[in-house]
């Protein structure tokens, strides 16, 4: 059975940081395409940040340049490290995990408040 637990959310001001984390079982990792979505109230579930099994990635253009998304195969975990957060970040993020079908966590809450 695959699982998805994303870890690393919390309340952060406006500039700050945070790491998220997703770690993974019951699938072969490094042949999955690995994703980061987020899904504030009232809107869809949106890209964030997608990489592929050979470690090239795609952001979404509100985030370029201020988030980064890599991947430990060794260690079966995705990650997401998002710099000079703003409050339109604010939002659900899960992570995904793609190989003929999707898999999702449960979502970690980031809010970006002062």
């Known amino acids: 059975q695959v699982q998805l637990v994303e870890s690393g959310g919390g309340l952060v001001q406006p500039g700050g940081s945070l790491r998220l984390s997703c770690t993974t079982s019951g699938l072969i990792f490094r042949v999955y395409r690995m994703g980061w979505y987020r899904q504030a109230p009232g809107n869809q579930r949106d890209l964030v940040a997608r990489?592929?099994?050979?470690?090239?990635?795609n952001y979404a253009d509100s985030v370029k340049g201020r988030f980064t998304i890599s991947r430990d195969n060794a260690k079966n975990t995705l990650y997401l490290q998002m710099n000079s957060l703003k409050p339109e970040d604010t939002a659900v993020y899960y992570c995904n995990a793609n190989f003929a079908r999707d898999h999702w966590g449960q979502g970690t809450q980031v809010t970006v408040s002062s």
């Open positions: 990489i592929n099994k050979d470690g090239s990635t």
